[in-house]
């Protein structure tokens, strides 16, 4: 007695192609979900974008080699500056934070300030290394 063989069916053709489809785009479906965070998430003006500050919306500090934040030309901490950054804010929407920093300033103080700005949600944030002076 002679038995029939079935016919091989293609990989195409067999219900493992669509399976392995369905698969792959769940995959990368969860791929796409991840979020990794590196660094600060500001938001950038747009390349074209031109904006109008003026002087008086302006809340200037420096930082110095030692990491002292400086405003109108008096020592203050951190927390001083996060709470005049929020009553300026409060006070005008508008209002640009700028960072003066020495070149020889730690970079954790740096990062300090930038996060007060970032939990203000400042949109007009600004930081420059100051020049050095020749000697």
């Known amino acids: 007695m002679k038995l029939k063989r079935k016919e091989k069916i293609g990989f195409v053709e ?3 192609a669509s ?3 369905f698969l792959l ?5 969860v791929i796409a979900g991840f979020n990794i965070n590196k660094g600060f998430l500001m938001n950038l003006p747009a390349k074209d974008s031109t904006r109008i500050i003026l002087k008086e919306d302006l809340l200037r500090f420096a930082m110095d080699e030692s990491g002292n934040l400086i405003h109108d030309a008096q020592i203050i901490e951190i927390q001083d500056a ?3 950054v929020a009553t300026a804010q409060a006070a005008n929407p508008a209002i640009a934070v700028i960072l003066t920093i020495d070149p020889q300033a730690q ?3 740096v990062v300090s300030f930038v996060e007060i700005a970032q939990q203000q949600k400042i949109e007009a944030f600004s ?3 100051k020049k050095e002076s020749a000697e």
């Open 82 to 84: 996060r709470n005049m």
């Open 127 to 129: 930081f420059t290394m």
């Open 25 to 29: 785009i769940i995959y990368f479906i």
């Open 14 to 16: 067999s219900a493992a």
């Open 19 to 21: 399976d392995l489809a």
């Open 107 to 109: 970079w954790q103080q």
